[in-house]
């Protein structure tokens, strides 16, 4: 299974982008999917979830009221708005597919992980 994050780029702070993660295969639509970041020097964090049928999801207080996810299951596609951007939402952005279909926020939980996509927010 590859997963391909894309989306990513230069917006300024207060400004919003919206960052996708597509799937090779159907096993995202079994799966719970979630988002983490990485800022340069800082251990990878996770920033929100989804779980497979899309009825549940799970933020992390810093993203939280700001950010928006989402899921398409018929393209494999999961979605990521990014409102209100803050310099310190920098960071090179991950998804990944959880071994199960809830939304979880533990790394360890997460089996497939994409690439990455850069999001850098100028003040």
């Known amino acids: 299974v590859q997963l391909q994050a894309s989306g990513g780029g230069l917006v300024q702070a207060g400004g919003s982008l919206r960052i996708s993660c597509t799937a090779s295969?159907?096993?995202?639509?079994?799966?719970?999917v979630g988002w983490f970041r990485q800022a340069p020097g800082k251990e990878r964090e996770f920033a929100a979830a989804?779980?497979?049928?899309?009825?549940?999801?799970y933020y992390a207080d810093s993203v939280k009221g700001r950010f928006t996810i989402s899921r398409d299951n018929a393209k494999d596609t999961v979605y990521l708005q990014m409102n209100s951007l803050r310099p310190e939402d920098t960071a090179v952005y991950y998804c990944?597919?959880?071994?199960?279909?809830?939304?979880?926020?533990?790394?360890?939980?997460?089996?497939?992980w994409g690439q990455g996509t850069l999001v850098t927010v100028s003040s």
């Open positions: 990944a597919a959880a071994r199960g279909p809830i939304a979880t926020s533990r790394k360890d939980e997460y089996r497939y």
């Open positions: 295969r159907r096993t995202a639509s079994n799966n719970a």
């Open positions: 989804i779980s497979w049928r899309g009825g549940s999801t």
